[in-house]
């Protein structure tokens, strides 16, 4: 047998896992978002948290390093991998353990989909206060892994604020249980918080407790053209003002963005309000869908020329109302017309958003002519999504780009990874841009829980 054979059966003694895969069984099966997703060339699927901690413990004795994976849909190369690690794959810890109905809180296992625990929550009238557009593929502990946000950010938090306890499994094999099922808790350090958005640097998340809310009610979405983000932001903050009603999303789209969108889902010219040089997309939720299209209807009519509304829609049909969802989501479509398109994730505070679109549209030509960037996000918490109408560029350029694009955002209170994380694609950046003392300190904190550098190395921190 070769080492990796050997390594294998080894791997197929020490525990009773729900796979081991070497390389002949990986090339066969789908990376995820990121090709580098499944460079090693071994990977293995625990059945519990004891059968993390034993994994775990493998690879520390013999000091080979793990890259935990969840559903594999990070943008940012947190989860990508190169020969010689190993994969710790959470697909198997996809439970629903609990979901308490009455302190409204869900205990999960960290392989477990946005999509089932939503579905789970909502056949009791609850909710996980939280959506993602991978909400099918995207699992629990990646979410924690990466704080991440989405489009309800603005109203119920990042996931951050979703997450009242985790257990997660330490470098050295050993188990961190803060398993808490209540909000209030002031007991000292709030250590559960140092593995939000650590991508799997300091342990590995295996269960969490999350908060559920109760259903927001029936919806009805809207399409509404404006001048600028700050026309947009005084719909949205009428629209957070309402009484009996409930704002569940407001994402902001410019101009170059949503023509490339429709051209490249086939959306017949008139179908929808495309011409603006901004689109405000509202979802707003009431106790029936007719109330709800009835409040986004006399909102906007009553306000239509003091936010200088160019057009709208509020949409007639469940049919509309996901074309309307689909300019929006599936930004895959951006990949589909470059190779690898240069693709960024800040945040920004909202006075400054129209500021600092106009600066980086008019610096980017410095870069290059051609350059017009796709812009949209999530409005009302500040999250700029923002693709570069090209290729991939050398690394020389992919530098300047960020730098561009990041430019100032601290200064002013914002932040150049918004809900991506930084995994290995934005590491450079972090330390170009990110304040030196906290880098220091994350330094300090990954030489204390992983001074073998087994744990998704490379990866956030230096």
């Excluded at 948290?49 to 413990?57: I, N, Y």
């Excluded at 205990?107 to 909502?122: F, K, R, S």
Aim: with cysteine; hydrophobic share 45%.
């Amino acid at each position: 047998m070769d080492g990796q054979d050997d390594l294998l059966a080894e791997l197929r003694r020490t525990a009773g896992y729900a796979a081991v895969w070497g390389s002949d069984e990986l090339k066969n099966r789908d990376p995820g978002f990121d090709d580098r997703n499944f460079k090693a060339a071994t990977l293995v699927r625990p059945a519990d948290t004891e059968g993390v901690a034993t994994l775990v413990r493998f690879c520390a004795r013999r000091g080979i390093e793990l890259v935990p994976q969840g559903g594999r849909t990070g943008l940012a190369g947190g989860a990508a991998t190169t020969a010689g690690q190993i994969i710790c794959d959470l697909g198997a810890m996809n439970r629903i353990e609990e979901i308490d109905t009455l302190a409204r809180v869900a205990i999960v296992q960290a392989g477990t989909p946005l999509a089932a625990l939503q579905e789970a929550a909502g056949a009791h009238g609850l909710e996980p206060g939280i959506d993602l557009a991978a909400r099918g593929s995207c699992t629990i502990g990646g979410m924690i892994s990466t704080n991440a946000g989405g489009i309800m950010a603005f109203r119920n938090g990042t996931m951050r604020h979703r997450l009242l306890g985790l257990e997660a499994v330490l470098p050295d094999g050993r188990v961190f249980r803060d398993l808490t099922r209540v909000l209030k808790t002031s007991a000292g350090y709030d250590l559960k918080h140092l593995f939000v958005g650590a991508e799997g640097t300091l342990g590995i998340v295996t269960r969490a407790a999350i908060r559920l809310d109760p259903v927001g009610g029936a919806t009805a979405t809207a399409l509404v053209g404006v001048g600028d983000a700050a026309s947009a932001q005084r719909i949205v903050r009428h629209f957070l003002g309402m009484t009996g009603t409930s704002l569940r999303a407001a994402e902001i789209m410019w101009r170059d963005f949503t023509l490339a969108m429709s051209r490249m889902l086939g959306l017949e010219p008139g179908t929808l309000p495309l011409d603006a040089p901004c689109l405000l997309l509202l979802e707003l939720a009431a106790d029936t869908a007719g109330q709800a299209a009835a409040a986004l209807e006399q909102g906007l009519s009553g306000m239509w020329e003091a936010a200088g509304i160019a057009d709208g829609l509020v949409a007639g049909s469940l049919a509309q109302a996901r074309a309307i969802w689909r300019l929006r989501e599936e930004t895959e479509q951006i990949e589909r017309m470059h190779d690898h398109p240069p693709s960024f994730d800040v945040s920004v505070p909202g006075g400054a958003i129209d500021a600092y679109v106009a600066r980086i549209t008019e610096d980017l030509k410095g870069i290059d002519a051609d350059y017009a960037p796709y812009v949209f996000g999530h409005l009302a918490d500040g999250n700029l999504h923002i693709s570069i109408n090209a290729d991939s560029p050398p690394r020389e350029r992919y530098r300047a780009i960020e730098d561009v694009l990041y430019a100032g955002l601290r200064e002013i209170g914002g932040s150049f990874s918004a809900e991506h994380g930084v995994g290995l694609d934005k590491r450079d950046a972090c330390e170009r841009h990110a304040d030196p003392v906290k880098q220091e300190l994350a330094r300090a904190v990954k030489a204390l829980l992983d001074p073998e550098n087994l744990m998704n190395p490379g990866k956030v921190v230096r």
